[in-house]
Structures are given as structure tokens and as C-alpha cells.
């Protein structure tokens, strides 16, 4: 996962990641239409979410614009998706 | 090894005296006309210089046995291409061949990781800049700074710095004193409990605050990063698949 300067965070197909317009694509055609844009800004706002919940648990109170270049940056993003993956593993293993 | 190379090149040394200046321009015609005696002798004639350079270069990572022989083609080189027309000294002409094989080999076999001339030039010049600095100023200059003064990139300067790094072998750093090595010195990188408590109860936060996400969420953030299956641990991927 990487991210120029000031851009947002682009992701390595060969991982099985997919283009915001390939899942817009994919969305649409399950009934929920969106465009790539929306893919966009629907992961950001997850991302966000969960950084506002988090800083919220810790007992500070974050800016909406904090949490969001939080949310942005690939560390953060990159930690997320380790952590839903081990989680992943982790119920694979409980089953 | 390296008695042996020195052993054999003093027998050429001592059979072949220093030449006069006259010599060599003769010596360097007969070669420019074909004469292969011509060239063995003004080689071996000029071995004491090969040498000579050589121990100036020899550390104790590069076997001095190597840099003799990386200089003796360096003065091969120098003897085909010099030009005895332009009246300089051969051995003028020649050290600069010499030094340049002598570094070059250096350069390649000194670190684990090959560095490009230039990178490792550069970080020559980082290095002399930043002594200076700190003479001058009493601070570490900064890496913008560095590349104002050196007049090259922001990025050249970083790549320097990262690709010249020294490297230590874990494995070293025995002496009488100490027989631990470095590897046994450093602190551990495992967790303190303290640290393993707080991790812990951060990643608890977190697992707690994915189940905020709404499934419309999950599901764009799973095709994003190709994570197939659900976050929660009682439900499958609801409503959206990964396959078009």
C-alpha cells in the first residue's frame, strides 16, 4: 500500500485489492448503485469512523479533520486491514 | 597469499629497475607499433608503483593480495591507453588508472550491498559537508540543507544516506573484556508486559470499533484491500459479493 504526497492510498492488485470503479461496478450490480467517487468516500468515512471511536474509547476528543488525514493515512489503513485479517484467521481457526 | 603476489611481483620489481623518462616514451612507441615486449616490460617495469598505490588503499576488510592484483590491471589499462605524444610521465598518467581500480573494487566488494560510485561519492561529500556543519554551526546540518550546500536533490541526499549506511555483523563485538556479542547486547525487541497489556487493550478498541461500520462499509472496504470474508464473527458477507 502506498500513497504520493497529499493523494489518497493506492493498493497492490496482486493482494486481490480492487479499483474504487471496479467495486462500484461490482456495488451497482448488486442493487446499490455508486460511483468510484462514492467508493471513495465510503471508505474514508469507515476509516474515519473507526478513528473517532477509537481516540472517543481513549477518552480524547478528535477533529473531524484530524480523524479524516488519520483515516487517509496508509499506516492507519494498513494496520486496520491486518487487524480484520487476523481477525479473520483468528474466527476461521475458532470454526 | 599475499606473501606469495608480493614474493612474485619483487622478482619482477628488483629485475626491472625504474625507467628514465626517454625509456618510456621508447617503450610506449614500440608498443603504439605492436611490440607485446614493449608493453611486458614497461608493466613490469612500473609493478613498484601498482604496489605502491595498492597499500595506500589496503584495509582490513579487502586482502591487500586483491588490491595488488585490481591494480596491476588498472596499470594494464594505463599502458594501453597511454599517449607518449601528449610528454606527460607514465606514472602521472598511470596512478590515476590504478586508484580508479583500486576504488572501484573497494566499492564493490566492501559492503554486503553493492553501491553505485556515485551514491558512495556522494556520501563522501555528505559526510565531509556535515563535519564542517557541526564545526561551524554546533548542530547536525538538516538533510534540505545538505542538498543546498552540495547542489544536488533532496532525494539524492536521502537515497545516500539510506543506501550508505554502515552495517555491523550481529555476530561481532566480542573483545577480552565483554565476550557477548553485539547480538546478545541489544535490548530485547519483544514487548515489556507493560507494552503487551496496552497493545492488547488497543486492538480490543479497535476490533470493538469495526463493528461500528456499516455492512454498505465493510463490504466496499473488504473489495478494496480483497479481503473476502466478514469482519463479524457470526455472519457471513451479507448481500454483496467480491465476484462480479
Not at chain 1, 474515519?48 to 488525514?69: L, Q
Not at chain 2, 613490469?44 to 585490481?70: F, G, M, T
Amino acid at each position: 500500500m502506498t500513497r504520493s504526497t497529499n493523494k489518497y492510498v493506492s493498493v497492490n492488485k496482486e493482494h486481490g485489492s480492487l479499483k474504487y470503479r471496479e467495486i462500484a461496478n461490482i456495488m451497482s450490480a448488486d442493487g446499490d448503485k455508486m460511483n468510484h467517487a462514492t467508493v471513495r468516500n465510503i471508505i474514508l468515512r469507515g476509516f474515519t469512523k473507526i478513528v473517532k471511536g477509537v481516540s472517543k474509547d481513549y477518552g480524547s476528543v478528535i477533529k473531524d479533520e484530524e480523524a479524516f488525514e488519520i483515516a487517509k493515512s496508509p499506516e492507519f489503513q494498513q494496520t486496520i486491514i491486518n487487524i480484520i485479517k487476523r481477525n479473520d484467521a483468528h474466527n476461521r481457526n475458532k470454526l | 597469499m599475499n606473501f606469495f603476489i608480493i614474493d612474485s611481483l619483487k622478482s619482477d620489481i628488483e629485475n626491472n629497475p625504474l625507467l628514465t623518462r626517454e625509456e618510456e616514451f621508447n617503450l610506449s612507441r614500440q608498443i603504439k607499433e605492436g611490440s607485446l615486449t614493449a608493453r611486458e616490460k614497461l608493466i613490469a617495469s612500473n609493478y613498484r608503483l601498482a604496489v605502491s598505490i595498492a597499500k595506500k588503499y589496503h584495509r582490513d576488510n579487502i586482502p591487500l593480495s586483491d588490491l595488488i592484483q585490481e591494480s596491476c590491471i588498472g596499470l594494464i589499462k594505463a599502458v594501453d591507453k597511454f599517449d607518449h605524444t601528449l610528454g606527460n610521465k607514465f606514472s602521472t598518467y598511470a596512478c590515476w588508472w590504478i586508484k580508479q581500480s583500486c576504488l572501484q573494487y573497494i566499492n564493490e566488494h566492501s559492503s554486503t550491498m553493492k553501491v553505485p560510485t556515485h551514491s558512495r561519492l556522494l556520501s563522501l561529500k555528505v559526510r565531509a559537508m556535515k563535519e564542517d556543519f557541526i564545526k561551524n554551526f554546533g548542530r547536525q546540518p538538516t538533510e534540505e540543507e545538505i542538498s543546498e550546500a552540495l547542489g544536488v536533490t533532496l532525494n539524492a541526499v536521502k537515497n545516500s544516506n539510506q543506501t550508505n549506511a554502515r552495517y555491523l555483523n550481529i555476530d561481532s563485538g566480542r573483545n577480552d573484556d565483554d565476550d557477548r556479542s553485539l547480538g546478545e547486547k541489544i535490548d530485547s525487541l519483544e514487548a515489556t508486559p507493560e507494552e503487551a497489556y496496552l497493545n492488547k487493550e488497543l486492538l480490543r478498541v479497535i476490533k470493538k470499533n469495526l463493528q461500528c461500520l456499516s455492512t454498505r462499509e465493510e463490504a466496499v472496504i473488504r473489495l478494496r484491500f480483497g479481503i473476502k470474508e466478514s469482519i463479524y464473527s457470526d455472519g457471513e458477507f451479507p448481500n454483496y459479493r467480491s465476484d462480479k
